[in-house]
Structures are given as structure tokens and as C-alpha cells.
């Protein structure tokens, strides 16, 4: 097996053995490398520079990805701009409108509270009541 190398000198030789090729010779015209128009620009320059420098320091670049970031900000805005829109709204009722809510606000707050504790109580506090419930219930219905 050949190497590259070989390979290339053999297909050279080959060239050279022709006649009308004798004159040109591949070793003397090397093409060069296109440049890269970014890599060649000042500011990617001044970037990969930048990132050298703090890669050398040990300052990471941001770790999260810029969607992340960008989605982040939105919400953030979303957030503030709908508590700006809420505090606007509760500027411009007045003061009856406010008053209505408050005692909204109290009877709501009143109400919820028994419903709460129902809620919180464990599983078999509520069986228990069940219990207790259908227990009476049926002998009601014995009674009558």
C-alpha cells in the first residue's frame, strides 16, 4: 500500500512522463488558502481575542443559552407590565368601587375559611364523618 504521500508523487511521476506536461510542474504553483471573510474581519478578531482572554482568566461565558435568556426577559416584562396595569386600575376606581371590594374581600375570607379546614383534615377524619352521617341517616330511617 502506498501512502498519501507516495500516491501523489507516483501520480506526478506520471504527469511528468507525458510529454506535453514536461514544462509545468505541480511542486512550483501551490494554490493559496482562501481567506475565511469573517475570521478576516476586525470585529471577529476583537471577539476570539475577548474569549481568550477570559477563557485565560477563567470567567465562563454566560451559561444559559440566549432563547433561555431572551424568554426570561420577556416574562420578567409581562410580569411587571401586568402589575403596573393592576396598580393603574386600582388608582382609577373610586373610592365606593373600593370599599364594595373590600367587603368582598371580608365575606370571601369568612366563608372559605370552614371549607379550609374540611379540606386540611386527613382521609379518615372524613370517613369517619361519613360514617356518622349515613349511621344517623339509616336510623332515621327505622324510626319512621
Given amino acids: 500500500m502506498y501512502s ?8 506526478i511521476g506520471g504527469l511528468m512522463a507525458r510529454p506535453e ?11 493559496k488558502k482562501l481567506l475565511n471573510p469573517v475570521k478576516a474581519s476586525r470585529s471577529h ?14 470567567i465562563g461565558v454566560d451559561s444559559k443559552p440566549e432563547l433561555q435568556r431572551v424568554l426570561e426577559h420577556r416574562r420578567r416584562n409581562q ?13 382609577l376606581q373610586c ?7 373590600r367587603r368582598q374581600q371580608r365575606l ?12 386540611g383534615a386527613p382521609e379518615f377524619i372524613k370517613v369517619r364523618e361519613n360514617l356518622r352521617r349515613t349511621a344517623t ?5 327505622r324510626a319512621v
Fill in 45 to 58: 478578531q476583537e471577539l476570539h481575542r475577548e474569549l481568550l482572554m477570559n477563557h485565560r482568566r477563567g
Fill in 4 to 11: 498519501e504521500i507516495q500516491r501523489e508523487r507516483a501520480d
Fill in 108 to 119: 370571601n375570607q369568612l366563608e372559605n375559611p370552614p371549607e379550609k379546614e374540611e379540606e
Fill in 95 to 101: 373610592p365606593f368601587e373600593q370599599e364594595l371590594l
Fill in 137 to 141: 341517616r339509616a336510623s332515621e330511617d
Fill in 79 to 91: 410580569l411587571i407590565k401586568k402589575k403596573k396595569e393592576e396598580l393603574e386600575a386600582k388608582r
Fill in 21 to 31: 506536461y514536461r514544462e509545468w510542474n505541480p511542486e512550483l504553483i501551490k494554490p
